[in-house]
């Protein structure tokens, strides 16, 4: 883990990468989330430390995993679910599959597939691990591409929770219509979020980051601190 104050490097799903700098405490990991297409249809993937698969499949309500197997360099559980939506009023089933590394880990879940079915959905992409995160590649002819460029996700102490991603023409055209503020970092935009709440958006040279703050934010120092972070697509 990077110390407090020095650069670090994340990379997303899709292999985007992206550096970090500033006066700032950068040391908490990073997760990262990319929609799928593979054969028609979108799978979410979310990929993170080697303890991400862990808390997602706890908050899911799993206790154990009913399959393991080595595959592509790591091991790969597996674990059904039949959780109450009260929207729909029906139990769902679904496939909670969880895979670790070295240093990482990915988890992903499938509504009413067997094994056989999730295999053949990992089996379009390859599993890469890198020093800075985890990347899935399609394989060539696969089926599977990325139907948005991935976004990356990361607690900053004291500024809130970031989310960041490559500024696409299609993000640029989201961008407030209303003039930012100007920072060392990028242009600063204020908004709301659907609830009422505040929430920052950061729009640097090459990519688009969203600021949400949490319990530790003061609202007022945010545009205060953005200007010592520096963030950029890394090559």
């Known amino acids: 883990m990077a110390t407090a104050g020095a650069p670090v490097t994340h990379r997303a799903v899709d292999g985007s990468r992206f550096l970090l700098d500033g006066s700032l405490d950068l040391s908490a990991p990073s ?86 079915q999730l295999l053949g959905v990992l089996r379009t992409l390859r599993i890469e691990e890198h020093d800075d995160g985890l990347t899935l590649r399609p394989v060539p002819k696969g089926g599977a591409e990325f139907a948005a460029p991935a976004t990356v996700l990361k607690q900053v102490p004291g500024l809130g929770l970031l989310e960041m991603t490559t500024l696409t023409r299609e993000r640029a055209e989201r961008l407030p219509s209303w003039q930012g503020l100007r920072t060392r970092a990028g242009e600063l935009y204020r908004d709301t979020l659907s609830d009422g709440k505040p929430y920052f958006v950061l729009a640097t040279a090459d990519t688009w980051l969203s600021v949400v703050p949490l319990g530790d934010t003061d609202l007022e120092q945010v545009p205060t601190l953005v200007d010592r972070l520096r963030v950029q697509r890394a090559r």
């Open 31 to 116: 997760t990262s989330v990319a929609d799928v297409t593979i054969n028609g249809r979108l799978h979410e993937f979310t990929t993170g430390t080697i303890g991400l698969a862990d808390d997602v499949v706890r908050a899911l309500g799993v206790d154990r995993f009913d399959e393991e197997l080595s595959y592509q360099g790591g091991r790969l559980w597996t674990a059904r679910t039949r959780p109450y939506d009260p929207q729909i009023r029906l139990t769902e089933d679904r496939l909670v599959a969880v895979w670790r590394g070295r240093r990482h880990s990915f988890f992903t879940e499938i509504y009413g597939a067997a094994t056989t």
